[in-house]
């Protein structure tokens, strides 16, 4: 271990304990954990609106929970439609780098001058500069500053960032970072194609994916379903499907499967809950078994995946596999299509769930599900739960990480 190492600055675009999405969640559960180690900085905006970045909280110091937490305004919101006909216009014209590039980072956001200006005037007082994420303006103005003493966790996706990470100002920036850790090996690979430099690490740490308190205790566990299922009207098993309810997922295959299961199976105990809001041109099918309660809170989800006897992954398309593998951690095996791309995969490695080609492979495999108990679906469900804990949980992410700051 190097003694020398004790703080930390942590630079995030949007920081706190209520915001939602994938960057801000993250940062806020690594730095709660990071706090048991080192002093840390918290560096980021006042924006809670990542659409908007208006100026919504107050900028300063505060301390929170033994963090310190340094917010800087905004100096210019931003308007969605504006970045994205950018976007449009750069990939139309095929025009690339110079101040095009620079011009997006900045409708890009958030534009924190203050937040620049405070790392170049303070890289001495810190030992490691942690950035969360790769887009956006702290972090493309920022890391070059103290690049020699850099973590940057890109958070790219493979499939919504393609055009992106081909971009000069951004291949130029993971050239500068010290250390790159990633989220599993498809963002890992996907990133490294971009990078020259071989002075740059590269390392995989997992997402940080973890059972919440009031379901790892199991009376708490129990209570939180039943809640659920008295609140629905939810009886017997089911299978869950969770997210937007269109074509473009697969939902219209997966009604169909699951009606041809119900009709042969009519007195089927087992039923189909897919949570979230259909598209207007997709109708929920009535009469086949299916339990439809809209969008819930994030709690209720969650409580309503620890009931599940499975997940459901209809998607014939590459799809993330963060929502899958929240429900593996729960002990929920899957039944996945095997065109979804990552999410396939990690069903494969996890060997925790039943993967299908074809609508008619599927009603087997239903079927299968709905016999499948005692030590054959124990065993699903204990090798879901530890695929995901030792590959993605956040003991792996705290070893990683921790390892980086301290080489």
Same mark, same amino acid.
């Given at each position: 271990?190097?003694e020398?190492?004790?703080? %930390?600055a942590?630079?995030?675009?949007?920081?706190?304990?209520?915001?939602?999405?994938?960057?801000?969640?993250?940062?806020?559960?690594?730095v709660?954990?990071l706090?048991?180690?080192?002093?840390?900085d918290?560096l980021?905006?006042?924006?809670?609106?990542?659409?908007?970045?208006?100026?919504?909280?107050?900028?300063?110091?505060?301390?929170?929970?033994?963090?310190?937490?340094?917010?800087?305004?905004?100096t210019q919101?931003?308007?969605?439609?504006?970045?994205?006909?950018?976007?449009?216009?750069?990939?139309n014209?095929g025009?690339?780098?110079?101040?095009?590039?620079?011009?997006?980072i900045?409708?890009?956001?958030?534009?924190?001058?203050?937040?620049?200006?405070y790392l170049?005037?303070?890289?001495d007082?810190?030992?490691?500069?942690l950035?969360?994420t790769f887009?956006?303006?702290?972090?493309?103005y920022?890391?070059?500053?103290?690049?020699?003493? !850099?973590?940057l966790?890109p958070?790219?996706?493979?499939?919504?960032?393609?055009?992106?990470?081909?971009?000069k100002?951004?291949?130029?920036?993971?050239?500068?970072?010290?250390?790159l850790?990633?989220?599993?090996?498809?963002?890992? #690979?996907?990133?490294s194609?971009?990078? #020259?430099?071989?002075t740059?690490? #590269?390392?995989?740490?997992?997402?940080? %994916?973890?059972?919440?308190?009031?379901l790892?205790?199991?009376?708490?566990?129990i209570?939180?379903?039943?809640?659920?299922?008295?609140?629905?009207?939810?009886?017997?098993?089911?299978?869950?499907?969770?997210?937007? %309810?269109?074509?473009e997922?697969?939902?219209?295959?997966?009604?169909?499967?699951f009606?041809?299961?119900?009709?042969?199976h009519?007195?089927?105990p087992l039923?189909?809950?897919?949570?979230?809001k259909?598209?207007?041109?997709?109708?929920?099918?009535?009469?086949?078994?299916a339990?439809y309660?809209?969008?819930v809170?994030?709690?209720?989800?969650?409580?309503?995946?620890?009931?599940?006897?499975?997940?459901? %992954?209809?998607s014939?398309?590459d799809?993330?596999?963060?929502?899958?593998?929240?429900?593996l951690?729960?002990?929920?095996?899957?039944?996945v299509?095997?065109?979804?791309?990552r999410?396939?995969?990690e069903?494969?490695? !996890?060997?925790?769930?039943y993967?299908?080609?074809?609508?008619?492979?599927?009603?087997?495999?239903?079927e299968?599900?709905?016999?499948?108990?005692?030590?054959?679906y124990?065993?699903?469900?204990?090798?879901?739960?530890?695929?995901a804990?030792d590959n993605y949980?956040?003991?792996s992410?705290?070893?990683?990480?921790?390892?980086?700051i301290?080489?």
């Amino acid at each position: 271990m190097n003694e020398e190492v004790r703080k %930390i600055a942590v630079i995030v675009p949007r920081y706190g304990e209520n915001l939602r999405g994938a960057v801000p969640e993250f940062a806020y559960h690594l730095v709660k954990r990071l706090k048991s180690f080192y002093s840390i900085d918290v560096l980021t905006s006042t924006a809670s609106d990542f659409e908007t970045w208006e100026n919504s909280m107050d900028d300063g110091e505060t301390v929170d929970d033994d963090i310190h937490i340094i917010r800087f305004r905004t100096t210019q919101t931003r308007d969605m439609a504006s970045f994205e006909k950018l976007d449009e216009l750069r990939r139309n014209l095929g025009i690339a780098g110079g101040m095009l590039d620079q011009k997006r980072i900045y409708e890009q956001g958030p534009v924190v001058r203050g937040l620049i200006a405070y790392l170049r005037e303070n890289a001495d007082r810190y030992d490691r500069f942690l950035f969360v994420t790769f887009q956006y303006f702290p972090t493309v103005y920022g890391l070059p500053h103290v690049a020699e003493k !850099s973590i940057l966790i890109p958070f790219a996706d493979p499939v919504k960032d393609e055009k992106h990470v081909n971009y000069k100002i951004y291949r130029e920036l993971f050239d500068s970072a010290r250390v790159l850790i990633f989220r599993d090996e498809n963002e890992k #690979k996907f990133v490294s194609r971009v990078v #020259k430099k071989s002075t740059v690490g #590269k390392v995989v740490a997992g997402s940080g %994916i973890e059972v919440p308190d009031y379901l790892a205790d199991p009376d708490q566990r129990i209570d939180a379903i039943a809640r659920f299922r008295k609140k629905y009207g939810i009886s017997g098993d089911y299978i869950i499907y969770n997210g937007r %309810i269109c074509k473009e997922t697969g939902c219209d295959e997966m009604f169909r499967i699951f009606k041809a299961f119900h009709e042969v199976h009519p007195d089927s105990p087992l039923h189909l809950l897919a949570i979230g809001k259909p598209d207007a041109d997709m109708a929920l099918p009535p009469g086949i078994g299916a339990y439809y309660p809209g969008f819930v809170s994030e709690k209720e989800k969650l409580s309503a995946m620890a009931g599940a006897k499975y997940q459901w %992954i209809p998607s014939k398309e590459d799809c993330a596999p963060t929502g899958f593998l929240n429900g593996l951690i729960l002990g929920v095996p899957g039944i996945v299509n095997e065109g979804a791309g990552r999410t396939a995969k990690e069903a494969k490695l !996890s060997e925790s769930a039943y993967i299908y080609k074809t609508a008619e492979d599927c009603v087997t495999l239903i079927e299968e599900a709905e016999k499948s108990a005692g030590e054959g679906y124990d065993l699903l469900s204990v090798r879901s739960k530890i695929y995901a804990r030792d590959n993605y949980g956040w003991g792996s992410v705290m070893k990683t990480v921790r390892n980086a700051i301290e080489a």
